[in-house]
């Protein structure tokens, strides 16, 4: 710990003639080797604490600025060693600036009474009207605010909640503020009562107010111009920037809010990003992303979102009020003008084209396309599942987790096949079945929760789910034998039982966290018996997402049994080696449909606009200059790659299961 001493008279004398002046010099302390030379027209106010100043700034351009306090007003605080603070019009009051902070060119830097620094604040989020608050801090959770969110018919785990999260905040409150080490505040307006973690920069914000910006030197946090955050939460990671507007907002790790969006009484966690639109009351799960003008998200709850230029949802076309939401499964994807009437429920990795009002349920049949056709909603099932874009979308995610701190608050699962989505699949299938088993209108038509089915497309949706179970089967089974040493048909069916029955059942999609719902009343009735506290309950969430493939196989377990007709105890070598091939058989089907599906990225259409002013030739070199071509296309050459791999494992496995005895 540092110690402290009064100013001697001949440092006061100095200060003094540098134009500084204080209130009480006696209540000025400062370090022991203290030295006045680097002060200037300074005044103290309230207790002040002094560090010692000896680093030189070197600033873009070669400028060089010794650290040291110059023309502020500095008011009961206690500044750090090698801090430069320079130009503040107004003052800075009530705050602990720790070593190595630049702060220059600021309007006011203030902490005024007892505040949370933003824990606590309650979000309105979903429903503008109240009914679903979160009360935000700062290691806030996704899945911890799903339960938050649509649990309430559990009020008693939600009132627990609650509890533990004004607890904590209790504990963050503070008339004193903290700007940790090496932070950067220049060209900025007022900060007021805002903790501001190490490694933060702030240039050119207009005002902040309220907010926690809990930055470090793994994942800094970025504020840029213009920018004005009131009642608020930055996670590590985060930038906002270019005149962004935020109130009432927890923002999660590694997520970018850029370029004029406005976010209100909204929850945004990891890697999303906004810019250009707007955001009202959303639940924004991991990787929800709008980059365009005129994009309204409101009252709805997405994850792994990909809105289009001018998407909008409404809900308010009630004489009662805003009351209505709406929920888009994780993948959902929206078109250009795209519109959404709340409620409505949109399936898990379904394109979104055109105008719905009709208030859509399409959560049982995902991988669909809803479009609009003559004021009607047309839904096309499966459809994604051949799409290449839906490919893509599940291997870039990983690739663009923005994530640096080594403590991650949301557990992500990036799965595309999960006992989620294939129980989707599976009601997909009853649901398609019972609709074929009834008579289509005169058009040939279903009508399903507000939607029209054509009788081809449900019959196609039927195929193409089947090939994504069989293929989602035959990837946990080929994963629970690949690479073991199978000798009998005693150790293969060890290998294939299970000692735990947790995953059976429901599961559920916690924005980013995919369980079984079991074990998800298991955390619920845990936390109502007064057994947790905020961090157990992050602990559990991580054991689920840890434990994701131990409770996936035990889902998959019965379902492989029904298909075979038999318990694991009694299975034979040959069901194995039928399911295997059956998972080849799959795969190779849908790998071919993707790469269909890529071919047309290059045909005549897809060249139109190429090769300016020239003939064929030249349009075919101008877009194979710029694209590639088909047969060297990455993409491509990987899904050829796929089949392969794949197909080689398979004839390799069952090769050696027809020696087991």
């Avoid at 209540?27 to 103290?44: C, I, Q």
């Avoid at 213009?226 to 962004?244: A, R």
């Avoid at 595309?416 to 009834?438: K, R, Y």
């Avoid at 949706?461 to 035959?474: D, N, T, V, W």
Wanted: net charge negative.
């Amino acid at each position: 710990m540092s110690t402290y001493r009064q100013l001697l008279d001949k440092e006061i004398a100095t200060l003094l003639v540098y134009g500084c002046s204080a209130e009480d010099w006696k209540r000025v302390l400062v370090a022991e080797d203290f030295s006045p030379k680097f002060f200037n027209n300074t005044h103290f106010s309230g207790t002040v604490y002094l560090g010692t100043y000896d680093k030189v700034y070197e600033l873009p351009g070669g400028v060089k600025k010794h650290s040291g306090i110059y023309n502020c007003q500095i008011h009961n605080c206690k500044v750090g060693n090698d801090v430069l603070i320079d130009k503040v019009n107004n003052y800075i009051a009530n705050y602990d600036i720790e070593d190595e902070c630049y702060i220059e060119n600021v309007n006011l830097l203030y902490v005024d009474g007892s505040t949370t620094f933003g824990n606590g604040v309650k979000v309105p989020v979903l429903n503008e009207a109240g009914g679903r608050e979160v009360p935000i801090y700062d290691r806030l959770s996704a899945p911890l605010a799903y339960m938050m969110v649509l649990y309430r018919h559990r009020p008693q785990m939600i009132q627990k909640v609650e509890e533990m999260i004004e607890a904590y905040a209790f504990l963050q409150k503070s008339d004193r503020g903290t700007i940790g080490r090496n932070v950067k505040i220049v060209n900025s307006g007022v900060i007021k009562n805002v903790r501001v973690g190490a490694f933060a920069k702030i240039q050119g914000a207009s005002l902040l107010t309220n907010g926690t910006i809990n930055s470090n030197a793994e994942a800094p946090v970025f504020i840029g111009s213009g920018v004005k955050c009131n009642d608020f939460i930055l996670s590590s990671g985060v930038t906002v920037n270019d005149s962004t507007l935020v109130s009432r907002c927890f923002v999660g790790q590694g997520s970018i809010l850029d370029k004029h969006y406005s976010a209100l009484d909204s929850l945004f966690f990891s890697n999303c990003q906004g810019m250009h639109g707007e955001a009202t009351a959303v639940f924004a799960g991991p990787y929800t992303v709008s980059h365009h003008k005129a994009t309204l998200l409101i009252a709805g709850m997405f994850s792994f979102l990909n809105a289009g230029s001018g998407s909008n949802q409404s809900n308010h076309m009630y004489k009662l009020g805003p009351i209505h939401q709406g929920i888009a499964c994780r993948g959902a994807k929206t078109t250009s003008d795209s519109y959404l009437l709340w409620p409505a429920k949109i399936g898990a990795f379904t394109l979104v084209m055109g105008r719905h009002t009709q208030h859509s349920d399409t959560s049982d049949l995902p991988f669909s396309y809803l479009i609009e056709n003559g004021n009607q909603s047309y839904l096309v099932p499966a459809v994604n599942l051949r799409s290449v874009g839906t490919i893509r979308d599940a291997q870039k995610w990983p690739k663009r987790d923005n994530r640096k701190d080594t403590v991650l608050l949301d557990p992500i699962n990036f799965n595309l096949l999960s006992p989620f989505t294939i129980q989707q699949m599976m009601n997909g299938i009853a649901v398609l079945e019972n609709l074929l088993s009834t008579a289509p209108d005169e058009k040939g038509e279903y009508l399903y929760n507000n939607c029209k089915i054509r009788k081809s497309s449900a019959q196609k949706g039927i195929e193409l789910y089947q090939l994504a179970i069989c293929k989602f089967l035959g990837n946990s089974l080929i994963a629970h034998i690949k690479d073991k040493s199978i000798h009998s048909l005693v150790q293969l069916r060890e290998l294939l039982a299970t000692h735990s029955d947790k995953g059976l059942g429901h599961w559920v999609d916690m924005s980013g966290l995919i369980a079984p719902l079991t074990e998800v009343n298991r955390l619920m009735d845990e936390i109502e018996g007064d057994d947790m506290n905020l961090g157990s309950i992050q602990s559990f969430l991580n054991e689920m997402n840890a434990h994701f493939y131990d409770y996936q196989w035990q889902w998959v377990r019965p379902h492989l049994e029904k298909r075979w007709g038999k318990s694991i105890a009694e299975v034979g070598v040959e069901e194995v080696v039928t399911t295997i091939q059956q998972w080849k058989e799959s795969v190779v089907k849908l790998d071919q449909l993707i790469y269909d599906d890529a071919k047309k990225e290059f045909d005549l259409d897809a060249k139109i606009g190429f090769g300016a002013d020239g003939d064929e030739a030249a349009k075919q070199q101008d877009f194979e200059n710029v694209r590639g071509s088909f047969e060297k296309n990455p993409f491509v050459l990987e899904v050829l790659q796929h089949i392969e791999r794949k197909s080689a494992l398979a004839d390799k496995l069952v090769a050696e299961l027809k020696e087991v005895k």
